[in-house]
């Protein structure tokens, strides 16, 4: 069963960075479409940016254009997502997620339907 493994959680002062990765053990990564998701207690799960499987297309919610930048290393197996500008609102726990869709071969979809894959999550916490 593919699993995708999250890291680069922590707590950061409101206006810092933090980069997550996303490393998903398989031999044709190439082939998923892969998709950061966040989620706060009590609230619904939200897609905060995707990429197509073959990297040229990219998706963000509006809130996080601009400060957000996702990209794709297929050598190394891993997905980042480069988290610059942080806001307390931004404080979530971060899901990354992998699909395989015709669609999303070419174009960026931050639908949840779309993927399949989900990890565990990790922590993000802008805070003073």
């Known amino acids: 069963q593919l699993r995708p493994v999250e890291s680069g959680g922590g707590l950061v002062q409101p206006g810092g960075s933090l980069r997550l990765s996303c490393e998903v053990s398989?031999?044709?990564?190439?082939?998923?479409?892969i998709g950061w998701f966040r989620q706060a207690p009590g609230k619904e799960r939200e897609g905060v940016s995707c990429?197509?499987?073959?990297?040229?297309?990219?998706d963000y919610r509006d809130s996080v254009k601009g400060r957000f930048t996702i990209s794709r290393d297929n050598a190394k197996n891993t997905v980042y997502l480069q988290m610059n500008s942080l806001k307390p609102e931004d404080t979530d726990v971060y899901y990354c997620?992998?699909?395989?869709?015709?669609?999303?071969?070419?174009?960026?979809?931050?639908?949840?339907?779309?993927?399949?894959?989900w990890g565990q999550g990790t922590q993000v916490t802008v805070s003073s």
């Open positions: 997620a992998a699909g395989i869709r015709r669609l999303t071969t070419v174009r960026a979809m931050c639908v949840q339907a779309l993927y399949d894959y």
């Open positions: 398989v031999f044709n990564m190439d082939y998923y479409a």
């Open positions: 990429i197509s499987s073959n990297g040229n297309s990219t």
